[in-house]
């Protein structure tokens, strides 16, 4: 009896003298002693609901008593037949584990966060490895449908669905980042997807292989999670060139994704590539879980619907917002078009190349990542960021035309292209991102949300466009249209000034000069109070 009485007493609320209860965990913190604060202490809120995961912990007694202490039943001894309580005790248990973060990591309210150039290079390495779980597949589709003996038309919805759950977890789940916690989501979301694609490396049947595919293309947001946090933790003097690091991740991403599927696959088995994937994916989830800092939810008040419904009206009431979206539609149908014709161009006369060949043209891509960051810093920082769309814009515009007159007759038409389209894409998206992100920064993963989407679209539109003009009236036609929808873009930027509040016009003037430039030394988190107005104040709650 006295064994059991200490067993229970280990387990129930202390009282102090007034009467206030508070759990063990909350006297005695495992990293050191003192009361664990609320910002690090509290479960993820919209995976447990906000309950207390000790309660859950406690089996229910129907005819128990609630101690009016401490407003609950007394503990009761679990027996070995209660199998249905060790699913939620598990599950509680590993929401705890992802809760529990470094102290470095840890959110301080009067210490926050510094965004170090190593937690940049963190972030785009985690997009890099995280977003080329979307294009692993596309180069070895034939050896897939081998595989699973399906057709090769069959094979190509592997793709496709991985592409469509990647659109749903944009418009689903990336809004949910202006509301909850995103250190535990992000990582909650890089467990999920590195987990459900070990069914990947395993299974044999195709419509297995199908499903997991669209599951794992939904959790591979993660890098638009990331893009936000950037823009909320570098200082404003750095923004531009911090998001392009991570731009330049993701690109850096397709580009080994392609490269390295096809090589693996060629000398190895095909599921050799899927492994490395699955590897490379926990790796990421490690690196996060031990360096990436804590960041307070920003609109924990708002519901889910009410999110999703602001993303629609933030796109008809922001002109600067709209006309990001366009521009952004149309660089990505123009970039998707360009890519997706010129495998028919290299593979038909007077070029044969192999696939091999035509896949080391993916090597170009290096050009722009080792001059995004730089091209950021030294224009974006410091120039309007309308300045550097239609800089970039211009840069494609001359390279489409470049490749689209020499494009049938000499090679060298779309390797300046493919520089060209590459460089200037990368360059317009990072100055359209930094742009809309100053908009409200209370909702930047909504306002991401509106312009990826619009960017989706455009790369679904750029690849059915350009593939039946290219069936049609061959490269010419879909060179075409290329130049069509990078002049549209140039010209929804010259109908609508950098300083202009009204849908149209160059209120503000001409200048491409930025107004102010914020001080160096000045922290972001002192310059945009969102953070602070997002953490309640436990003292005023009191009151």
Not at 21 to 38: L, S
Not at 190 to 196: E, H, Q, S
Not at 361 to 368: H, L, P, R, T
Not at 386 to 410: A, Q, R
């Amino acid at each position: 009896m006295m064994h059991d009485r200490d067993q229970d007493n280990d387990d129930i609320i202390a009282i102090n003298e007034e009467g206030v209860g508070r759990t063990d965990g909350e006297v005695k913190n495992a990293n050191g002693p003192g009361i664990v604060p609320a910002e690090t202490s509290q479960a993820i809120e919209d995976h447990s609901g906000g309950d207390d995961p000790a309660s859950r912990d406690v089996p229910k007694a129907g005819n128990a008593k609630v101690d009016p202490r401490i407003g609950r039943s007394p503990p009761t001894p679990t027996s070995s037949t209660d199998e249905g309580d060790d699913k939620p005790r598990v599950w509680s248990s590993f929401l705890e584990i992802l809760n529990w973060m470094p102290q470095r990591c840890r959110y301080d309210a009067k210490d926050p966060p510094k965004f170090t150039l190593a937690m940049n290079v963190l972030l785009g390495f985690a997009g890099t490895f995280t977003v080329a779980n979307l294009y692993y597949p596309q180069p070895i589709l034939n050896v897939i449908a081998e595989e699973f003996n399906v057709s090769n038309e069959h094979a190509a919805s592997v793709a496709t669905l991985s592409q469509a759950g990647y659109a749903v977890g944009l418009l689903f789940l990336c809004p949910l980042g202006d509301k909850v916690r995103r250190r535990p989501f992000v990582l909650l979301l890089i467990w999920i997807t590195a987990t459900v694609w070990l069914g990947l490396c395993l299974t044999t049947k195709f419509e297995v292989f199908l499903s997991l595919s669209f599951l794992c293309g939904v959790g591979t947001v993660t890098p638009q999670l990331m893009l936000p946090l950037v823009g909320d933790l570098a200082p404003p003097h750095r923004r531009a060139s911090s998001l392009s690091v991570v731009v330049s991740g993701l690109a850096l991403g397709m580009l080994i994704a392609r490269v390295l599927s096809g090589i693996v696959a060629n000398y190895t088995s095909w599921r050799n590539i899927y492994w490395l994937s699955f590897g490379a994916q926990y790796l990421v989830l490690i690196l996060l879980f031990f360096f990436l800092p804590d960041y307070p939810a920003k609109n924990r008040e708002l519901n889910y619907f009410a999110l999703l419904c602001d993303i629609i009206v933030m796109v008809v009431r922001e002109p600067l917002l709209f006309q990001a979206c366009l521009i952004g539609f149309l660089l990505s149908a123009a970039f998707t078009s360009f890519w997706t014709t010129l495998t028919f161009l290299l593979a038909s006369p007077p070029y044969l190349y192999s696939s091999l060949e035509i896949g080391l043209f993916s090597f170009i891509g290096i050009a722009v990542i080792c001059l995004g960051p730089l091209w950021s810093r030294l224009i974006t920082d410091r120039f309007v960021p309308l300045f550097s769309v239609i800089l970039g814009l211009s840069f494609e515009f001359v390279g489409i035309v470049v490749g689209t007159c020499i494009g049938k007759f000499t090679v060298a038409g779309p390797i300046v292209q493919a520089i060209t389209m590459d460089t200037g894409a990368n360059f317009a998206h990072t100055a359209n991102r930094t742009n809309v992100y100053n908009l409200n920064p209370k909702a930047r993963n909504r306002v991401n949300t509106a312009y990826m989407v619009f960017s989706f679209a455009g790369q679904l539109t750029g690849t059915a466009v350009g593939n039946r003009l290219y069936a049609q009236g061959g490269w010419l036609w879909s060179g075409g249209c290329n130049i069509a929808f990078i002049g549209t873009a140039i010209l929804l930027c010259l109908v609508r000034g950098p300083r202009e509040v009204r849908w149209i016009g160059w209120g503000g003037g001409w200048n491409v000069r930025r107004d102010e430039l914020l001080p160096k030394n000045e922290p972001a988190f002192n310059l945009e109070r969102t953070v602070e107005e997002a953490v309640p104040v436990e003292d005023e709650k009191s009151k």
